[in-house]
Each structure stands twice: as structure tokens, then as C-alpha cells.
């Protein structure tokens, strides 16, 4: 499941991955955020996945491989927050395809990677 996290920094949106994700979370959630944010400009994205955080289906992977691609300039910052060793990895990846920075932090980060999103730390 994802969801939106409120209360976010300014010009800034977050999203939060718990249990299984699917290709309708991306539809009904990610993807809506992301085309809102997108209507404003670079979006700077924080990407939380919980303790919970189980798996992407596979429907979810193909829905978000549509995401980048539709987005690759898109993106000013990535943050992405968890306790996985894989996502470091998957990161790198994607910044392969994808313009902006992407950083990945440990899951009691959550504040500093808001900041980081916002470039206060420049």
C-alpha cells in the first residue's frame, strides 16, 4: 500500500510504502501525486518504505518502470528512506535513467532527508 504524507516541506511530496504494493496503489496514489507535482514543476520526492514494507507486485514494478520513464527529467530530488540494503543498489540504477539527485537514508532519517529534499544542507 502507499500512501500520501502529509505535511510535508514546501515544495515537496512524500509517499509511503507499507505491506505489498500494487499496480493499483501506483494508479490511485503515486501516479496522481507525482503528475499534481509534476504541474508545478521538478518534483522532489520522498519515498518512505515502513518496517512493514513486504514486496512490490509485479504490476507494481512494470507500473513504476512507466513512472520513470514518463518522468526521467522530472526530478529534481530523489529521497529514499529505508532499512534495505537492495535499495541503495536500486537506486544507483535509477539515476542511471533519471535526471536529479538521488540519496538514500536509514529509516530513523525521515528529518533529514526533508531537509536534504529542500536543500537546506547545500
Known amino acids: 500500500m502507499i500512501t500520501v504524507i502529509e505535511r510535508m516541506p514546501v515544495g515537496t511530496i512524500g509517499l509511503k510504502a507499507s505491506g ?3 499496480e493499483d ?3 490511485d496514489v503515486l501516479v496522481p501525486a ?3 507535482a509534476r ?3 521538478k518534483v522532489r520526492l520522498l519515498y518512505v518504505l515502513k518496517d512493514g514494507f513486504d514486496s512490490f507486485s509485479a504490476g507494481a514494478m512494470w507500473a ?3 513512472v ?3 518522468n526521467m527529467d522530472g526530478f529534481e530530488r530523489i529521497a529514499l528512506v529505508a532499512d534495505a540494503d537492495w535499495l541503495e543498489h536500486a537506486a544507483k540504477a535509477v539515476n542511471l535513467v533519471v ?3 538521488i540519496k538514500v ?3 530513523d532519517d525521515v528529518r533529514d532527508a526533508k531537509i536534504w529534499l529542500v536543500g537546506i544542507d547545500d
Open 64 to 66: 513504476d518502470a512507466k
Open 105 to 107: 537514508f536509514e529509516s
Open 34 to 36: 507525482v503528475t499534481l
Open 25 to 27: 496503489d501506483y494508479r
Open 20 to 22: 505489498k504494493v500494487t
Open 99 to 101: 535526471s536529479g539527485e
Open 68 to 70: 520513470w520513464a514518463k
Open 39 to 41: 504541474q508545478q514543476g
